[in-house]
RNA sequence: GCCGGAGUGGCGGAAUGGUUUACGCGAACGACUCAAAAUCGUUUGGGAGCAAUCCCGUGUGGGUUCAAGUCCCACCUCCGGCACCA
């Protein structure tokens, strides 16, 4: 018997696709649709993990399947071969970062040449190639002629020990990666491209995309779309003549803020500036303006200084009050102070709020510390208002005990109990504070108390029983701890008198049961409750209805929002996404080909001069000065002017390798052209693409930038879709055997190579595709006996190849085609683990019942796209001459599916008491007969009422 | 804190509102063997019972339904992303 060599066959078939170049994609095949499987292509790092293997092979799977499905499909690699740890490689050990790379990439195509993967290699795509970044080169051109890339000072991260800039990644918990030193905050010029012109469009577009929503919502999240209002407050020095001056549009001083949250513009008690604002630094200029002049000046620059590690690490508020200027609530006419504090950024809105405490967590955590008036304008309200409401100020109370109970009422009149919180009406001229204390007092008789909280005020409308009118209730909720036992008499009222009033201590889950369960006339004590347990007292942020507003009093917040910006304010949209900074001061990238020309300024290099091609260093330390090392090569910064030729310097930044990588999947469609980054009618064949599998950690970033990238070029009519991807998915993690990530430190890294070279590599593809789903994210632990279950079922697989029966039996017949149906279905899903466990089933079956030649070439034909090596040998060996992979994929006949037998569950009042086996589709008269039978002595003495019947399923008799 | 996603045997996981735990791993026992490995076979959610059989079981507590892992409400835990974004 011939043995199941994997390392002979998988060499031999890997070369012989190879030499009949079996995966050779054309351009089109006529009756064909062309399908692009497209995979992030890897950045060459020298080795390859299981965790390419997992991105590369499982998708082959898929490509496989959809080629035997009659489909033209491109599944395409490449590079993403610009980057920093070429450049560290280079810093570190003096290696030639082109030789480093293009040496790894060599390597890294032979192991990947190992999984048995279909990639096209003949549109392989490498981003550091002067034939690719050409293009990269042209195409930010065109986005430059149009106007949206321009330069800005922006801040890098900069390392003072080091002398150099720091990409993101190297910084670590706001400390340099290399020597620990703090990172700070440095200005630089830098290009950016206008991603926020497209925002409203990258939001809008995600809606009909074939995305998990998942993805969607983190974009969305990312480029945090909100829409607000902008509200000027007009400011007052203290002079008349001061006030009225007005600059050139003829207005008066004024600040502008964004919000969200118009209508809490009655409760703005203050306006916050933030120390970057223009305004300030006008002010901070005059000197006279601000009376603390100093203080302030001395806050702005302290802030300016402050690293994001220091921004992160102390959240607690800082401020200073703006003296000699005051601004004026647009609503109420009432004069507020104004703070300069750096918990307001500059970058986001107009770096400007008005601070409303009652309202926001941040504003009232600042208005506490710096005691500044807090007032409720939006109460929750718990019951919609009736007509005839009668107004009422009420106040009630949560009294604690130290034995983590809180004292309750119960109320009986009228044959009915209800339970409550002690409470009632606030009285003329108290606070709402004295007046809860009082009726604590009147109705308990307990005196003292301690840690007094106030929990918020929501807005009840009910029946009151008792008096028998609507009430229109305002209720306030405070928690009080009792001091000690001492008690007063109870004062009741005759009202109070009338219904027996008992008080009782509870635990307050027991408090919550039953004031969520009692009929309570009112319907403020619960989600008070709620707030106390939850501990959400102050300042309630949610949406409610407008208390303490003029006119706008009981209209709820969206309406309220509407109509005061429409009175106060304009409709203003913002967004938290900023600009792309595409400069990068390092070598290892594309050069930004643009000219600086002192009388020209910024000129683009001419089409016929590009590629701007990055020269040959020996020397790879950067500068010192923060400039990339190109800084050095007089030869590549010393140009003409493309313009007024005379003397101009070459840009020395390259681009962000998210540049290089936003459109790489367009050169696979016509990888080879020098005249063009791709010919039109080549693209059109392939975009958009039709999946894109990839991982998690570019749900953001490479996905929105490419996203961006694609619409700025369909705007330039240089592509026909507005979206570059149909579906997108991403893939799990694979974990190391201990579930922990792998990682050398741990010492659970599993060596594909390694597993190959024991097991194969069909094996590695299948126990991959096995381990859970593919279309899903979750992690996966790496099970090494689980590996070992793969490969026994190739070997069984392997072994029937010599036990074939001449004689067919029905039941192996069914069981091919129930598999081929569910691999059909299975497979576009990317189901590969339950697609895997049908073929097993049908192996068990075909083991224990025999199997005809003619069934196990179905067998083979839907295992090929698994495990590609195996299939294609034993193909041959059973006298086929041309590859399997060339295939066609099994149809199955849906009448053989079908069984001629069904077991019905037999069912007593739902629960499952027994089974009968009929032939299918059995009336239910035949099944209720038969299943009676089984079921007598739970129908005994009973009569059923009633029988639910699901053909070939289940009976269900209800006694 | 906010926004997503998920909680099912010893483990990875499966399940159009219809027998919870398919398939695989692990474990136990048996066959083959001098023996072991490999292979093959049987068993394998928990509890009670000699047994037939019964009870309980999909994070927790409620609800809808003849029937809930699946639908609704509240909560707990874990994972991922964002995080002073007004």
């Not at 001229?429 to 106030?454: A, K, M, Q």
Request: charged residues 30%.
């Amino acid at each position: 018997m011939r043995s199941y060599d994997h390392k002979k066959i998988e060499q031999k078939w890997q070369k012989d696709w190879t030499k009949k170049k079996l995966y050779k994609t054309a351009d089109s095949v006529k009756g064909k649709e062309n399908f692009q499987l497209l995979v992030e292509f890897p950045y060459p790092s020298g080795n390859l993990h299981v965790g390419h293997w997992y991105a590369f092979a499982e998708p082959d799977i898929l490509a496989r399947h959809l080629r035997m499905t009659g489909k033209n499909v491109m599944y395409p690699i490449g590079f993403d071969a610009f980057g920093l740890p070429a450049e560290n490689a280079a810093i570190k050990n003096g290696l030639n970062p082109k030789k480093w790379t293009f040496g790894n990439i060599a390597y890294m195509k032979k192991q990947i040449a190992s999984m048995g993967t279909s990639f096209d290699w003949s549109r392989e795509v490498i981003t550091a190639d002067p034939a690719y970044y050409q293009w990269t080169q042209w195409l930010f051109l065109q986005f430059f002629k149009k106007g949206l890339a321009y330069k800005k000072e922006t801040a890098v991260n900069w390392c003072p020990k080091d002398k150099t800039v720091l990409a993101n990644e190297q910084v670590v918990n706001g400390k340099c990666e290399r020597c620990g030193t703090e990172v700070e905050q440095r200005n630089m010029l830098q290009w950016n491209l206008k991603i926020t012109d497209y925002a409203d469009r990258l939001v809008d577009d995600l809606a009909p995309l074939d995305w998990p929503e998942q993805i969607k919502e983190s974009q969305r999240n990312w480029i945090g779309r909100s829409e607000g209002a902008e509200i000027d407050f007009f400011l007052d020095f203290g002079d008349e003549k001061v006030n009225a001056r007005t600059d050139a549009s003829g207005k008066r001083a004024h600040i502008k803020i964004f919000t969200t949250r118009a209508d809490t513009l009655f409760g703005a008690t203050y306006l916050v500036l933030s120390p970057e604002h223009l305004w300030v630094k006008l002010a901070l200029g005059h000197r006279t303006v601000l009376k603390n002049n100093e203080e302030v000046q001395k806050y702005v620059r302290v802030a300016g200084k402050k690293t994001e590690l220091e921004r992160q690490e102390n959240k607690e508020k800082t401020g200073v009050k703006l003296e000699g200027v005051e601004a004026i609530n647009p609503a109420t006419g009432e004069k507020i102070p104004l703070f300069v504090a750096d918990y307001v950024l500059a970058h986001y809105g107009t770096g400007a709020i008005m601070a409303v405490p009652a309202h926001d967590e941040r504003d009232y955590e600042f208005a506490t510390k710096f005691k500044l008036p807090i007032r409720d304008v939006v109460v929750e309200q718990t019951t919609p208002r009736v007509p005839d409401g009668v107004f009422r100020k009420i106040g009630i109370a949560i009294v604690e005990n130290d034995k983590n109970e809180v004292l309750l009422q119960s109320i009986t009149h009228e044959d009915r109990v209800e339970y409550g919180l002690p409470g009632g009406g606030i009285d003329e001229g108290e606070t709402e504070e004295e007046g809860v204390i009082r009726e604590v007092i009147e109705e308990t008789g307990y005196t003292n108390f301690t840690n007094i909280r106030r929990i918020g005020t929501v807005e009840s409308n009910f029946y009151n029983t008792v008096r028998k009118i609507n009430r229109q209730a305002l209720a306030t909720c405070y928690a009080l701890r009792l001091k000690n036992e001492t008690k007063k008499e109870l004062q009741l009222t005759e009202l109070e008198k009338k219904v027996k009033i008992e008080n009782f201590w509870v635990s307050k889950q027991k408090a919550l049961e039953l004031i969520s369960g009692s009929q309570s006339n009112s319907g403020e004590d619960q989600p008070l409750f709620m707030r106390y347990l939850g501990d959400k007292t102050d300042p309630y942020t949610g949406a409610g209805i407008l208390i303490h507003s003029a006119e706008f009093d009981g209209l709820n917040s969206e309406k309220a929002r509407q109509k005061i910006t429409e009175k106060f304010g304009t409709k203003k949209t913002t967004y938290k996404m900023r600009d792309w900074v595409v400069s990068r001061q390092r070598f290892w990238g594309v050069p930004i080909p643009i000219i600086h020309c002192p009388k020209c300024g910024d000129v683009a290099v001419p089409d016929k001069d590009l590629p701007v091609k990055l020269p040959d260093l020996k020397d790879y330390l950067p500068t010192g000065d923060g400039k990339s090392p190109l800084a050095k090569v007089k030869s590549f910064v010393k140009v003409k002017c493309p313009q007024c030729k005379g003397k101009a310097e070459r840009e020395i930044d390259t681009f962000d390798t998210f540049v290089d990588s936003s459109w790489y999947f367009q050169r696979y469609s016509d990888p080879k052209n020098t005249k063009k980054f791709a010919d039109a009618k080549k693209l059109q064949n392939w975009l958009p693409v039709d999946l894109y599998s990839g991982g998690a950690e570019h749900t953001t970033v490479h996905l929105l930038y490419s996203r961006f990238w694609h619409k700025a070029m369909f705007d330039l009519g240089l592509v026909k879709d507005a979206e570059p991807y149909t579906r997108r998915m991403n893939r799990s993690l694979i974990m190391g055997p201990d579930g922990q990530k792998m990682s050398k430190s741990r010492g659970n890294v599993i060596d594909p190579d390694e597993v190959v070279r024991n097991l194969g590599a069909d094996t590695v593809r299948m126990y991959l595709a096995f381990i859970g789903p593919y279309n899903e994210v979750a992690s996966y632990p790496w099970n090494p006996n689980g590996v070992v279950g793969v490969r026994r079922f190739l070997e069984r697989v392997w072994r029937l190849h010599e036990r074939l029966s001449a004689v067919q039996h029905p039941l192996v017949e069914r069981a091919i085609h129930v598999c081929a149906k569910k691999l059909t279905e299975d497979l576009p899903q990317m189901k590969f683990n339950t697609a895997i466990a049908a073929m097993m089933l049908f192996l068990n079956e075909a083991e224990a019942k025999g199997i005809t030649k003619g069934q196990y070439l179905v067998l083979l034909r839907l295992l090929a796209p698994f495990a590609p090596h195996i299939t294609d040998e034993l193909w041959h060996i059973l006298g086929n001459k041309k590859s399997v992979h060339l295939e066609a994929w099994p149809k199955y006949d849906p009448k053989k599916v079908v069984s001629e037998e069904a077991t019905i569950v037999v069912q007593i009042n739902g629960k499952v008491r027994a089974q009968v086996q009929v032939a299918s589709n059995s009336s239910e008269a035949l099944v209720r007969a038969e299943a009676e039978k089984t079921v007598e002595k739970w129908l005994e003495g009973k009569s059923v009422r009633k029988v639910i019947f699901v053909p070939n399923r289940l009976i269900n008799f209800v006694v």
